[in-house]
């Protein structure tokens, strides 16, 4: 079995193969990991560490490990890595991260074309622009490597550790200090998945005939509240987005302003999840 220790030091992880840019650490290989390829075969490698490495790298070193650890992990190889968690405010001080990248349990969504994840209960990283977990295709970009998520850890400040699950991702989502480090294990995605049509509507579909659906189900959903008696705000809403949508072109106006089609699809959407929030308490 082959393991390398990316950013080793002079912590060198035992039965590894060391790699680190400074001659004075216990490296076996020394290199620029901000630019420099990994002396390794495509695929010859069952598993890369890396300890408070990455976070001293550039921007563009970061993406250089990323993908040369894609490169040389076999297809059920794993990456194991451990970073400062981002809030923290010696994380903040920190003159020596060069890239101040965001270490924390949605860094890695941005490496998943993946719908969901094991790794967290869907509470703790869906939003409302973001539902589902993989995000590698939300800056119109090609990385060309891909990574599963298959663990996250954290280790916790002492006054947190005893606190239930739910009651440490709220502190961690809402103040600094709760977390020290945070833990990743990945997996590559081999062959890289093909980018697939994302988002409500694929193209080649005609998005009016989407939207057109859309705004039918959300007539029965008002129709199904308020013959319940629901009247909160957001079903008025609703109801003027259902009665009230006119189109113009490939414009959408309600009440005089108007969305491009391709963003009044999830204008539409996020009134439908609303709804059906709604509905889910009445059962």
């Not at 001659?23 to 390829?37: C, G, I, T, W």
């Not at 491009?260 to 889910?280: C, S, T």
Request: glycine content about 6%; some cysteine; hydrophobic content about 35%.
């Amino acid at each position: 079995m082959i393991s390398i220790d990316i950013g080793c030091g002079r912590k060198k992880m035992a039965g590894s193969v060391g790699i680190d840019f400074s001659p004075m650490s216990d490296a076996d290989v020394v290199l620029d990991l901000n630019r420099e390829k990994f002396p390794f075969e495509d695929n010859s490698v069952d598993f890369a560490f890396s300890s408070h490495a990455l976070e001293h790298l550039t921007l563009d070193g970061f993406f250089n490990v990323m993908s040369e650890v894609y490169r040389v992990l076999k297809p059920e190889g794993q990456f194991k890595i451990v970073v400062p968690y981002f809030t923290t405010t010696i994380n903040y001080a920190n003159p020596f991260h060069n890239n101040q990248i965001c270490f924390n349990e949605h860094t890695f969504r941005f490496f998943s074309s993946d719908a969901e994840t094991d790794a967290l209960p869907k509470y703790q990283y869906e939003t409302p622009s973001c539902r589902q977990w993989g995000l590698r295709y939300s800056a119109n970009s090609e990385l060309g490597i891909e990574f599963r998520t298959r663990k996250i850890g954290f280790f916790y400040f002492p006054e947190y550790r005893d606190l239930d699950e739910k009651s440490r991702f709220l502190a961690r989502s809402t103040s600094t200090n709760v977390v020290d480090q945070i833990i990743y294990t990945l997996e590559p995605v081999k062959p890289c998945p093909i980018r697939p049509e994302t988002g409500p509507v694929a193209s080649g579909d005609d998005p009016h005939v989407f939207v057109g659906k859309q705004l039918e189900y959300l007539k029965e959903q008002v129709r199904h509240l308020e013959a319940r008696g629901v009247s909160a705000p957001d079903v008025a809403v609703a109801r003027e987005y259902a009665e009230n949508t006119v189109r113009q072109g490939d414009l959408y106006a309600v009440g005089g302003i108007l969305s491009p089609v391709n963003f009044f699809v999830f204008e539409m959407d996020d009134h439908i999840q609303r709804m059906r929030r709604l509905i889910d308490t009445l059962s």
